[in-house]
Each structure stands twice: as structure tokens, then as C-alpha cells.
């Protein structure tokens, strides 16, 4: 069974930064795009940042700039570098890898903005 592993999430303060990182715990085979999302507390599960097998990117406007999402489609892990952290990006953060048949998906990282 394949499982998307995450880490790096915690607490940090406003303008802070943080490195999400996920890996495949078995492969997955002829991943087409990587991405990460986000959850806040009563709202919507929003995409943050997706990157495609060729290397295209995609960021959701309240985190260009701030947010860059990399990934290495040899060992199949996806990274969300973020910088200059809000309180507004608070939520609970998880991985996604889409191949053609499946989507895969993390259990989720919680990130925390505060001072």
C-alpha cells in the first residue's frame, strides 16, 4: 500500500519559515504532478502549489512570492519551502501525488503562524 509521509510542519513565528517535505514509502509509479494543499479550520481545502513531471509550476496567489514548491520525480518527494509566513497561512498542509490512475495523498502536517 502506498503512503505519502510528511514533515516539517510546527509552530513559527510571523515572517518565519518553514520546509514541508513528503516521500513515497513505496513507489509510485509514473507520478504526472506533485502538489501540496492546505485546510484551515471551517474553510475549503485550497491548492497551495503544484509542480508537473516537466517541471511547471503553479501557485495559488496569496503564496507567489513567498512559497516554492520542488520535487524530485526520481525518488518521489515533493518540498514547500516557505518564507515570509502570515498568520493567514495557518492549516493543516498535505501532500498529493497524481498518476495517471490515482490520486495519492499524505495524512497532513499541521503548520501554525503565531506570535
Known amino acids: 500500500q502506498v503512503q505519502l509521509v510528511e514533515s516539517g510542519g510546527g509552530l513559527v513565528q510571523p515572517g518565519g519559515s518553514l520546509r514541508l517535505s513528503c516521500a513515497a514509502s513505496k513507489g509510485i509509479f509514473s507520478v504526472n504532478a506533485m502538489a501540496w494543499y492546505r485546510q484551515a479550520p471551517g474553510k475549503q481545502r485550497e491548492l497551495v502549489a503544484r509542480?508537473?513531471?516537466?517541471?511547471?509550476?503553479n501557485y495559488a496567489d496569496s503564496v507567489k512570492g513567498r512559497f516554492t514548491i520542488s520535487g524530485d520525480n526520481a525518488k518521489k518527494t515533493v518540498y514547500l519551502q516557505m518564507n515570509s509566513l502570515k498568520p493567514e497561512d495557518t492549516a493543516v498542509y498535505s501532500c498529493?501525488?497524481?498518476?495517471?490512475?490515482?490520486?495519492?495523498w499524505g495524512q497532513g502536517t499541521q503548520v501554525t503562524v503565531s506570535s
Open positions: 498529493q501525488m497524481a498518476t495517471l490512475m490515482y490520486y495519492y
Open positions: 509542480i508537473t513531471k516537466g517541471g511547471i509550476t
